[in-house]
Structures are given as C-alpha cells and as structure tokens.
C-alpha cells in the first residue's frame, strides 16, 4: 500500500510540475525522437533528433542531430557517438560538433548508472572535454507504463557547470514498436561572474521534454 501511494505521487509531479512551470520565467519545450535497431546480435544503431524551443524568446534556441553505435555485454553497454549542433548564442547562430563515447552499467532492474565522455568541438571558442554522470532509477512495476528519475552532473575542465533533475513516466505502446516518455527536467547551470574574481552564479531552466522512442 505504501509503494502505491509513492507511485500515486510521482505521477502527480509529472503531470502538474510541467503545468506549473509554464507560468516560470525560464522554460523551454524540447521534441525528441529516437530511432534505434539491432544490427547483429546486441549491437545496436541508434540516430536522435531534438529541437529546443525557448518559449521567452519565442524561438528554437537549439536543434541536434545524434547517431551511433552501442553494443551491450552482459550489465554494460559500450556507444561511440557523433552529434552535430547548431545553436543561438547572442543572436548568433553557431554549429558545434561532439563526438562521445558512452559507458553504461546496470546495477540492478532499477538503477542504471551512465557516464558519458564527450570532447566539445566549436566554431567560436576553444574547445574541451566534458564528462557527464548519470543516475537513473525506474520503478518498472507494470509493463508498459513506468515512472522513472534521473540525476545528471556535468563536469568540464574540473569544475561542476550543470546539474539537471528528471523526473518522468515511460508508456509503452502495446504491439507497436513506440515508447513515449514525457518528463520534466529542471537544470542548473554555472556561469561565470564578471564582477569578481573566480566567482559564479547559477541559472536555471525548466524544461518538458516530450520524447518518442522507435525501436525495430
């Protein structure tokens, strides 16, 4: 009875939190598709495709296209990676290119542990290495639909510069291959002050990522 009612309130964060939020200075939408299939026998191609609508500016602040290669070994699973970027940064549009490499591993039927080494490649500044740590538990208790939480940190150049919270619900499409996964995120993000020395401040984004999931 306890484990339904913590399953009754999660799902009541995922559908009133992104209701909420709209109200928020800071929110963006971002529309997400994935396609992925087995190639042999658990080797998988994987492409993705998200756009970052800025509902402030009233515009996409960003889209990306990804594509790889993952193979799974028993717990873990290994993917090389290549993402290309464009994006507006003070009215200026810029393409960013990433190559990464991903490194998963189950702990159990609900925790998933992911990091992810990415070198960043960009068109106006230098570039860098970002490492990113992900938790991420689901509470698998039905077949098709599944509330889920996730927490990512992101480290660049020895210093912690994003941190984001995901809470979310997975639905399963019987006889289909579709999944969909609404979710509301909540990201903190470093930047630099320019007032002082070695300071910073932390800016945050609401955001409601809509994904759909394609699976042959």
Not at 76 to 90: H, N, P, T, V, W
């Amino acid at each position: 009875m306890i484990l339904y009612k913590k399953v009754l309130f999660l799902l009541v964060l995922i559908f009133l939190i992104p209701t909420y939020i709209f109200s928020q200075s800071s929110f963006q939408t971002w529309p997400t598709i994935e396609v992925s299939g087995e190639i042999i026998d658990d080797l998988d191609i994987k492409f993705k495709f998200r756009s970052k609508y800025d509902h402030d500016e009233k515009g996409f602040d960003a889209t990306w296209f990804n594509m790889g290669l993952s193979y799974k070994y028993e717990k873990m699973s290994f993917g090389l990676f290549f993402r290309q970027i464009y994006a507006m940064k003070d009215d200026d549009r810029f393409a960013e290119l990433r190559p990464h490499f991903d490194l998963s591993y189950k702990i159990n039927d609900n925790l998933k542990l992911r990091l992810r080494n990415e070198y960043r490649i960009f068109e106006l500044n230098n570039n860098i290495f970002r490492y990113r740590l992900r938790l991420a538990y689901s509470l698998n208790i039905w077949d098709n639909y599944n509330p889920f939480f996730q927490n990512e940190i992101n480290f660049s150049e020895g210093s912690l510069v994003r941190d984001r919270i995901i809470l979310g619900l997975s639905i399963k499409i019987k006889d289909s291959p579709f999944q969909i996964a609404p979710s509301y995120i909540l990201e903190s993000n470093r930047k630099e002050s320019s007032s002082e020395t070695n300071s910073f401040l932390w800016s945050f984004r609401n955001i409601l990522n809509i994904s759909c999931n394609i699976k042959f």
